[in-house]
């Protein structure tokens, strides 16, 4: 097999962390109050505790998590969630954004928005959370603060994008192929103010991945692996570089290249509600359980 297949999952892993736009964990007790539109932050000096991804498991699930904080904050809320599941019986991958307004369930705190269960509990009420409502069993978690995907952007040379006249608005620039540094990469992953506020915003995200994917295929082996190697001192995960780096040379020898993108809740798969103060995403959980269980389930 040809080494793309390699250089696209360490990118999807790298890069779609990055992607989420944030960073910390911790397990110091968080105020039990509604995260609203304030920037919720907890103290944390969290010990992880390395997870291991078991050679014969046939699904694995790793959640990417973006967190809005500023350097040497605590832990924050998880402004983007990113699922990706590898399933090596059936040689696919997928990438699920996951709305943080959803309204959900998180254990021992009661309704909130999703993005409130990584500030309370970090990265081991994250995991409990996606179980109770999506009945998602999280493997890995890597996650990033929007600082460093700034740094990461330049350390690939930024990217080249075609924005519409609203988007470009906001960046204060002409519509249009234009190229974007760092800073406002983020800037463009971020924008919510045009269409239908998050899941175009997600959009954002996987139009910027495509582009990191072309990127990475015009790149060398050892250029890849430079890049990961600092990449690696971006992050906060509780896997091993190693298991990554395995997890990588195996999709290479499956052939994969291509993954197939959803978001939870789907478009038509939720209302919008007000509940607590907070505006939030009402899902069909059904709806979000069965589209879960089709992507991380063999089939028969």
Known sequence: M????????????????????????????????????TETVVETEEVIELVQIAPEQEV??????????????????S???????????????????FMRDTYVQIPEWGGNRLNAAY??????????????????????????????????????GGIDIEVNEEEAQILGCEPGY???DGEKTLS?????????????RTERQRRVMSILFEKALNMTTNEVMDFVDKFFLQVTTDMSQDDLLNLALEVMLLGIDTMETHNIPEDAGYTSDT???????????????????EITTISE
């Open 119 to 156: 500030v309370f509990g970090g990265m081991d009420l994250m995991r409990d959370t996606f179980r109770e409502n999506f009945g998602v069993e999280i493997d890995g978690i890597i996650e990033v603060d929007f600082f460093k995907f700034t740094d990461i952007i330049n350390m690939l």
């Open 60 to 77: 694995i699930n790793l959640m990417l998590v973006g967190q809005d904080r500023r350097e040497n904050d605590g832990r924050s809320r």
């Open 178 to 180: 234009i190229h974007l």
């Open 275 to 293: 509940v607590d103060g907070m505006s939030v995403l009402v899902p069909n959980l059904d709806a979000c359980r069965a589209l879960m269980e």
């Open 2 to 37: 040809k080494k793309n297949g390699t250089i696209k999952f360490i990118m999807s892993i790298t890069l779609i962390s990055a992607l989420g736009l944030m960073s910390g964990c911790s397990k110091s007790e968080a105020t039990k109050e509604s995260v609203i539109e």
């Open 188 to 200: 463009y992953c971020r924008i919510r103010k045009v269409g239908n506020a998050d899941f175009e």
């Open 79 to 97: 402004d983007a969630m990113i699922l990706i599941t590898l399933n090596r019986t059936e040689q696919t991958m997928d990438m699920t954004s």
